[in-house]
Structures are given as C-alpha cells and as structure tokens.
C-alpha cells in the first residue's frame, strides 16, 4: 500500500484582520502547503499585500460576524480531504511540520489536537492558559459553534494528541490587544449572565464573582505555570491575563447595573 501523507491532502485555514504584525511569520512556516485560504474581514492594513505575495494563498473576504461562521465559511472553500485551522498569530515549529507530513491520510483518525507555547515578543513561555485545541481534521466530519468570544470545532470520530506544539506568538501593539480584550469581554458576559450558573465551569464561575479572578490569574500565571521564571516576559504576561480579568469585572459591573435599572 502507498503511504500518502496528510500534508499531500491538507489545505491550512486562517482567518485575517489588520494582523500585519504576525501573518508573515504564519505564511513562512506554511511554504510546504500546496494551497492555504484565508478569510479575511475586510483588513485595511497591509495584511492583504503580504497576503498576495504568497502565490498558494487564496483569499476569500467576508464581514465578520463571528469566528464560527467565518471558520464555518472558510470550509466551504477548503476541496481537500484535511484542514489545518490556525489563527494568524500561530506559527508551526519545524518538529510539527516533520509530525504532519509522518501522518497517514488514510487512518482511523479524524482529527489531531495539538498544545500550544505562548510567545511574549517571541519568547516561548514555560507555561500558558491555552489548552490543546484539535486543529487537524478531516474537513466533512467538521463544524464550529461560538463559545462565549472563541470558537469550538466539533469534529465526529476518533480524535488523538500530537506530541509537537505550536508557537501562539501575537506581536500586535498593546492599543490593538486592548481593543480586541474589551470586545471579547462584552460577549463573554453576556455568556455568563445568559447561562445558568449550573452549566458554568467552576472557571466561569470564578469569573462570575469578579473579585477572585485576576488574582488567581496572576497566582496561576506566575507560581502555578512558572511565569516567575521566565522573567519580565513571564510578567508581562500574567499582568496581561490580569488585565484582562479586571475587564471582565468591570464590565459585568456595568451588565449588571444596566439590568437592575432595567427591570
């Protein structure tokens, strides 16, 4: 029988908005991809001609209305058997892309989970709050459904865990993560105020609390996943993770009031 490697039948998935900081570094680590798609929310920075430098990649652009139905769009592009779903501030290690092309296209399995190192200006961290997300899989046993401001892919049958990880390295300045974060908070509390408390996580309801959250964060960033030693850059990113807790509770706050005055 022919070994026929997944990487000969994969087309990796990528969605794009003003990401002009990271998505070269994204596309360098793609060169072996036959073909990549990308869909765009209309970006107005230089995303786009980077974009059209790499001759694989095809863009499709669509106004943002969630990540779930951009993802769920961006399938209905993608003609071969695999999918490599990836955000534009990831970059594949040379150790995955070995792995990938090791995997057989005709296996049990359809999907692959991978874990994550988080970069601060590039430097990998010891430790990081992003769990393994499955984002290799066969295309027609996949669909994705919002979740609070991320986005879940449900994929039907076997699933397994690849041994490399990838570098979730965003490098846009603190004005754009600080806009992105508030966004995120809105739905993420309209998430928590909408769902009865039973079906929370206990990390959610944490979260629901306000006042417990960010300092649990900068504990679990910095002692429990060995920020501390990663120096300033372990710093900086716990503060991050805090910040971004303290505008959850701030925002809640404000929920909360608008609907007692309301009622």
């Not at 993420?188 to 996580?201: F, G, H, I, N």
């Not at 991050?240 to 309301?262: G, P, S």
Request: with cysteine.
């Amino acid at each position: 029988m022919v070994f026929i490697s997944i990487a000969e039948n994969v087309t990796p998935l990528i969605l794009t908005f003003n990401e002009i900081n990271n998505i070269d570094r994204t596309l360098q680590a793609l060169k072996w991809a036959k073909k990549i798609v990308v869909i765009d929310s209309y970006s107005t920075d230089e995303t786009l001609n980077v974009l059209y430098f790499y001759p694989q990649v095809q863009v499709f652009q669509r106004k943002f209305d969630s990540f779930a139905g951009q993802c769920n769009y961006g399938l209905e592009k993608i003609e071969s058997e695999w999918v490599l779903s990836l955000d534009a501030d990831y970059v594949l290690t040379d150790v995955l892309i070995n792995e990938i092309k090791s995997l057989a296209s005709e296996s049990d399995v359809d999907s692959y989970s991978v874990s994550f190192k988080y970069c601060v200006f590039g430097k990998p961290l010891r430790g990081t709050l992003l769990p393994p997300r499955k984002v290799l899989y066969r295309k027609e046993k996949a669909t994705y459904k919002d979740d609070g401001h991320a986005h879940r892919v449900s994929i039907e049958g076997k699933s397994a865990m690849l041994s490399s990880h990838i570098y979730h390295d965003d490098r846009k300045p603190l004005s754009r993560w600080l806009w992105a974060q508030d966004r995120y908070m809105v739905i993420e509390v309209k998430k928590l105020l909408d769902t009865p408390t039973r079906e929370l996580s206990w990390g959610d309801r944490i979260r629901k609390q306000k006042l417990f959250a960010p300092l649990i964060i900068l504990f679990y960033c910095l002692i429990f996943k060995g920020g501390i030693l990663d120096g300033w850059h372990g710093w900086y990113y716990a503060l991050e993770r805090v910040l971004a807790e303290i505008l959850l509770a701030i925002r809640l706050i404000e929920a909360e009031e608008f609907k007692e005055k309301a009622s």
